[in-house]
C-alpha cells in the first residue's frame, strides 16, 4: 500500500489542521498508521512532501511501515506505482495518481474513503480495549486471592 501522506491528513484531519499543529498531527496519523499496518500485516509507504526541495530522505522503516519525504509526494509516488505488484493499493485522491495506480491495475481509494477505513479500524480497536478491560478472570482472581490468602469470603478491607 502507498500512502499520499498530506492528502490523507487533511482528508482525516479536515479544518483541524492549521499551521501550528501539522507536525504533530502528521506524527499522530503516522502512529495510526503504524498500527494499521502492522495489525493487517500490509507493507505500507507514506509519502510527504519536503519542506525544503532537497530530494528524497527515507525517514524511517518499521516492520511493516516506511514513511518517506520528497521533494514532490505526487512525481515520487506515480514513479514508485511502476514498481507495485497489480494487487497493491493506492490511496489519494490526487487524479494523476489515481490514473498511474489505475493504469497498473492496481486498487485505488480515496484518501476519504480510507479515512472511512481507518475509522472502522479504530473503533474495533477501541472495543477489543474495552473488552480487556472489563475485568479479571476466575483465573486471575484465584491467582490474586492465593496470593493474599485470602479465601473467596475474606473482605478486600482486611487488606487495608
Known sequence: MIIDGYNLLFAFYGDRVTGNN???MREDLV???KTFANSKKRETMIVFDRKNNLGISRVSREQFVEIIFAKSADNFIIKEIDN???T???ISTDNEIRKSAEAKNCECLT?????KELKIFINEELSMNDQKLVGLSDVDV???QRYFNMNGDDSIDKLI
Do not use: M
Request: charge should be negative; glycine fraction near 0%.
Open 31 to 33: 502512529e495510526l498508521l
Open 88 to 90: 497493491a493499493q493506492v
Open 22 to 24: 501539522v507536525d504533530s
Open 142 to 144: 484465584d491467582y490474586w
Open 84 to 86: 507495485l505488484i497489480p
Open 111 to 115: 484518501s476519504e474513503d480510507f479515512v
